[in-house]
């Protein structure tokens, strides 16, 4: 899927907007690609080991343990109420969590391998219920889109950065400063690997990047100081293609906040204002 976050010069029609291999009908996020779960004995072909760990659900989120034993791409998908989320799980062994963002309720969890083409077999699957009296919580984890931990770097210059800050508009304004000023957009970054993960790491290092990976650092950022943060994809008037910000909880509101373009704007001298109007904004999902 690529990404192309440039500010733009025309509107984009979002009648006719794609987005990383989905469209929503009626509600419903569907691949493109025809994802077909056959209906095959699990541990007979299993390409790779998997367990589900639910002791975080009361966080709004699980956790997907994994052991891939070959190059196949493999795929999560969290389906509530006739709408279905797909991740994608690197290959190799390790551990990603996800969230259950779409309310409390009743959720299926399914690990699906790829067999051929756009074919896949569902190898692992799993019934969980949340029962979560805070909506809000769930923006506050570490995720896979948006990883970070208490001892990384990023987290440590959230806590700086923040240090005499009281309220939660002060801290999110300050770190929206140090972003847009100290980050630049990377024009060789727009055709990602079907499986790219921002990483948060690597892009204080360079200070390059593009609006995934923008969104991706803004909401770790964030998150770990205690601000309720949304990363949200779909399109936006202003940006070419298909498109990632932020969504933060503010006084009782969430307010769109576009990293990415700004830095845009600031570093080539032109007016921005960190609040964005959501009518601009069409989302796709959100994480």
Known sequence: MGYDCRAAKSVPNFGHA????????????????????????????????????????REGVFTINYSISHNDKVKVMVQKDGTSLYYNLSKGKGAETFPLQMGTGKYTIAVLENI??????????????????????????????????????????????TKDKKSAEEKVKTIYDYIIHNYSY????????????????????SKKGMCYDFSSLFASMLRSIDVPTKLVKGYADKAKGYHAWNE???????????????????QNGHDYAMYKDSSTYNKVSEY
Request: cysteine-free; hydrophobic content about 40%.
């Open 18 to 57: 794609r987005g990383e291999g989905m469209r929503i009908v009626k509600g419903l996020i569907i691949f493109n690609i025809i994802l077909i779960i056959l209906s095959l004995t699990l541990s007979a072909y299993a390409a790779g080991n998997y367990s589900i760990e639910t002791r975080n659900i």
């Open 186 to 205: 990377d024009l060789g970054k727009e055709e990602l690997s079907y499986d790219y993960l921002p990483d948060n790491d690597k892009l204080i290092k």
């Open 248 to 266: 933060v909880y503010i006084d009782g509101k969430w307010k769109v906040i576009d990293t990415s373009y700004d830095a845009q704007m600031a």
């Open 116 to 161: 051929s083409d756009n074919r896949y077999k569902e190898v692992l699957n799993e019934t969980v219920e949340t029962e979560n009296s805070n909506p809000l919580i769930v923006y506050l984890q570490s995720i896979q889109l948006v990883n970070w931990d208490k001892e990384s770097e990023v987290v440590e210059i959230a806590r700086e950065l």
